[in-house]
C-alpha cells in the first residue's frame, strides 16, 4: 500500500479472489448440472436434500477462516510471521478437530439425521450415500477451506485461485467419468459427486502444500509451521470473537432465504423458477461487492498491525469506490441484457418477463448492499464485529422477512422482492451510523 496507489492494491488483491468466487459458484452449479442431466431429477433433489447439513458446517468454518484471516493480516502487517503461523496452526487444528467430530457423528447417524430434515423416502438411499461420503471427509475439507482463506491474511490471492482452478477442473472430469464409467471406473450414481468433490479437495490440497513450500509461504507447512499445530486457547478467543458471529450471520441469511423462498412457492412453479433465476444472476451481481468487502477487511488488519491505522479512512473510501464502479457496473449491464440472462435459464416467455421484473425491482440495491458490506469488512479488521454483524442480522431477520410478507400480501409477488431493497438500505444506514459516529471514535488497536 505504501508503494503503488491504494486502488491498484485493491484490484491486485481483488481480482483473483473475485475470480475464485466465480469458480466455486460454476464448480457447485456445474455438479448438478451433471446429476440432473446425466441421471435425473431425483439425483439433483437427493444432492439439494443434505444442503442445509452441508451449509451449516461450512458456514462455522467460513466463519473461522474470516477470524483466522483478520489476525494473520494484523500480524503480518506488524512484520511478525511467526505470529502469523501461530493463528494459522491453532485454527488448522481447531478445524481438524471440528472436522473430525463430525466425520464420526455424521457418518454413524447420516440417515437419521437426514430422515429429521423430512428427505423424502423414495431419494433417502442416494441422499444418504452422498452425505455420508462429504460428512467422512469434512476434516480434509475443512483444511482445504481455512488454507485457501487464511493465506489472504498474508495478501496472497493467487495461490488460493490456482488451487481452486484445480480443484474445479478435476471435479468437472471426474464427475462425469464416475457417473458413466469412463476408463474402467466404477459407476457410483449420485455418489459420483461426493467422490469426485472429495477426490478434487485431496488433490489441491497436496498441490498446495507442496507449491507453498516451494515458494517459501510464511504459511508454508514446513517443520516450523508444524510446531504451532496445536490449539493456543488465548489465539482461539481472538478468532472466534471475529469468527463466530460472521458464521451465525451466514446461517441467519440461509434460514431467510428459505423464508421467502416458502413465500414465493405459494405462487407457483412458474414463480419459483423465477426465483431461482434471479437469484443465480444476483449471486454473480453481488461477487464483487463481497470481495471488496473482505479486501478491505484484510488490508485494513494489515494496516491497523502495521500500526498505520491512518490508512483506514482512505482503505473505506477506495472500497466504496470500487464497489460504485465494479458492483455499478454490472447492475448495468443486468439491467441492458435483463430479457437474455433470463433466457439462459429459462424457456417460457410469460416467466422471462415475471423473472425480469422482479430482477428489475431489485437488482439496482446491490451496489446498495455493497456499500453496507464494505463498511462492515472495515470495521472487521478491528475486530469489531459484534454491533456490525447485528445490524446485518435484525435487518435481515427483522425487516426483510417480514417487509417481504407484508408486501407479498398488498402487491403480490414483486412485493418479496421489495424486501431486499429496503433490507439492504436500512443496512447500510445502520452500519453507516456505527461507522461515523461510534466506530471511527474509537482507539484501534490489534487483537493479538
Known sequence: MATRPLWKTFLVFLAPMLLSNILQSLSGTLNNVFLGQMIGVGALAAVSGFFPVMFFFIAFTIGLGAGASVLIGQAWGAREPDKARAVAGTTLTVGVLFGLGVALFGGAFTEPMLRMLGTPHDILADATSYARIILIAMPGLFIFLLSTAMLRGVGDT??????????????????????????????????????????????????????????????????????????????????????????????????????????????????????????????????????????????????????????????????????????????????????????FFITSEPVIEVAQTLLHIMLWSTVIFGMGSALSGIMRASGSVLVPTSISIFCIALIEVPVAWWMSHRIGLNGIWVAYPVAFTAMLTMQACYYRFVWRKKTIRRLI
Open 158 to 343: 493467487v495461490t488460493p485461485l490456482y488451487t481452486l482452478m484445480i480443484s474445479t477442473l478435476m471435479g468437472l472430469f471426474i464427475t462425469p467419468a464416475l457417473i458413466r464409467g469412463w476408463f474402467g471406473l466404477p459407476q457410483m450414481g449420485v455418489a459420483s459427486g461426493a467422490c469426485a468433490t472429495v477426490i478434487s479437495f485431496v488433490v489441491a490440497t497436496t498441490w498446495l502444500a507442496f507449491h507453498l513450500r516451494r515458494k517459501k509461504s510464511p504459511l508454508a507447512p514446513d517443520g516450523d509451521f508444524v510446531r504451532h499445530l496445536r490449539v493456543r486457547p488465548a489465539l482461539l478467543k481472538a478468532v472466534l470473537k471475529v469468527g463466530v458471529p460472521t458464521g451465525v450471520q451466514m446461517i441467519v441469511v440461509s434460514l431467510a432465504e428459505l423464508a421467502l423462498l416458502s413465500f414465493v412457492n405459494t405462487y407457483g412453479s412458474d414463480a419459483t423458477a423465477a426465483y431461482g433465476a434471479v437469484n443465480q444472476v444476483v449471486a454473480y451481481v453481488q461477487f464483487p461487492a463481497i470481495s471488496i468487502a473482505i479486501t478491505a477487511s484484510i488490508l485494513g488488519a494489515q494496516a491497523i498491525g502495521a500500526g498505520r491505522t491512518d490508512r483506514l479512512g482512505a482503505i473505506t473510501r477506495t472500497a466504496l469506490m470500487m464497489n460504485l464502479v465494479l458492483t455499478g457496473a454490472l447492475v448495468v449491464l443486468g439491467y441492458l441484457f435483463s430479457r437474455p440472462l433470463m433466457g
